[in-house]
């Protein structure tokens, strides 16, 4: 590893656990501990427990933070109340997506924005300069550390390990939080994640985080918890349709063609891209980002053309590989427009070799009702 790269306030945690340590958007993360499969299992079937604190967070705070953040992003925060997040897209002036971000809203005048780790410092950037002369801007990452755990044990561990914030089943419906203390650690409590299970992610001091993730080690042991990587968390959030920037957006993508429209408002009052988006909406996008499935023998992946029954070339794969869960060879990836119906046959170009894939109905994976 080189010295310019980032740890974590996890890392030495990681290194206990034997994960396997790789470079990830200028940080040292874990990719594996027991194994990708073997991860993706205990996140389906009991808990698992990921390092997310190489991720952005921004506090803008006064009395205009909140419109200072709409204009910003495409969805609406004034539809959102205090102790409610939201997943939204940020874009630019041409409608690309910058980043796509989650933003709790603590006050009407304290918002926490959360944007991806590749991304920290062209947000922040984009954020402060907004923030100037409108409301109190800082970027707080490096003071906050971040955990998610998820799976169907993960409320389960969270009450073992302990917490003051009551029956968080009852108390936090999905894309609520709230303030607390979890094992003793002074927290922010979120029901969100990025793996298609239900669970939570937990903010805290970064001096607190190794307290924090070796008690809820500690209370999962009984419900089977597992340690989990960047790995599983990928093959997590494809099954489930779960975008990832740098593969299946960036600013090359708009949110209409992304399967994002759900996420822009263009209703609320002007915002960065507005025009922009909606004049794609209009129009109706050439492209769109589609699931698919391989019927051939071969595992798609980002980059690989996507191709026409002719051969040529009318696409890309920006994500693909096995899905342990579904057991199936998926992938996600651009389309024309006119090619995206369900059960539309196509190639894929794995390495010279054209392999038959479907498009698919997505999300790949949904969770099972509780009941």
């Known amino acids: 590893m080189t010295d310019s790269l980032r740890r974590t306030p996890l890392y030495d945690e990681h290194v206990k656990a034997k994960g396997r340590i790789v470079p990830f958007a200028g940080w040292e993360m874990p990719v594996q501990y027991a194994g990708i499969s ?25 009395e205009h933070a909140a419109s200072v953040v709409d204009y910003l992003v495409t969805n609406s925060l004034a539809r959102v109340e205090p102790g409610q997040a939201m997943y939204t897209c940020c874009c630019n002036e041409q409608g690309s997506i910058l980043d796509d971000l989650i933003i709790y809203k603590r006050a009407p005048d304290r918002i926490l924005v959360v944007c991806n780790a590749s991304n920290r410092d062209k947000i922040s950037q984009h954020f402060a300069h907004a923030a100037k002369d409108h409301c109190e801007f800082s970027d707080v990452s490096d003071s906050l550390a971040l955990v998610a755990l998820q799976g169907p044990k993960a409320l389960a561990v969270l009450a073992a390990a302990g917490t003051d914030l009551g029956d968080v089943a009852g108390a936090l419906g999905p894309f609520r939080f709230g303030d607390g203390k979890v094992a003793g650690v002074s927290s922010t409590v979120a029901r969100t994640g990025y793996t298609g299970e239900d669970g939570v992610e937990i903010f805290c001091a970064s001096d607190d985080a190794p307290a924090l993730w070796r008690a809820l080690m500690a209370a999962g042991e009984g419900f089977g918890i597992a340690p989990a990587g960047l790995g599983a968390r990928d093959t997590l959030r494809l099954e489930a349709r779960l975008s990832l920037y740098g593969n299946d957006i960036d600013e ?18 002007d915002f960065i891209g507005r025009a922009a988006i909606a004049a794609v909406k209009e129009a109706g996008p050439t492209r769109k980002l589609v699931g698919f499935e391989m019927t051939g023998r071969g595992i798609a992946r980002h980059g690989y053309p996507l191709l ?8 890309v794969c920006t994500s693909g590989g096995p899905g342990p869960t579904v057991g199936k060879n998926i992938g996600l990836g651009y389309l024309p427009s006119a090619m995206n119906e369900i059960g539309t046959t196509f190639g894929v170009d794995c390495r010279g070799k054209p392999v038959a894939a479907v498009v698919a109905k997505t999300p790949f994976y949904k969770r099972p009702k509780s009941t």
Not at 48 to 57: I, N, R
């Open 38 to 62: 073997a991860e993706h299992e205990a996140v389906r079937t009991r808990a698992g427990l990921f390092d997310v604190s190489h991720m952005g967070e921004l506090e803008l705070n006064g």
């Open 252 to 269: 090359t993508t708009n949110p209409i063609e992304a399967g994002l429209a759900w996420t822009v408002k263009l209703d609320k009052g």
């Open 308 to 315: 026409d029954t002719a051969g040529a070339v009318v696409g």
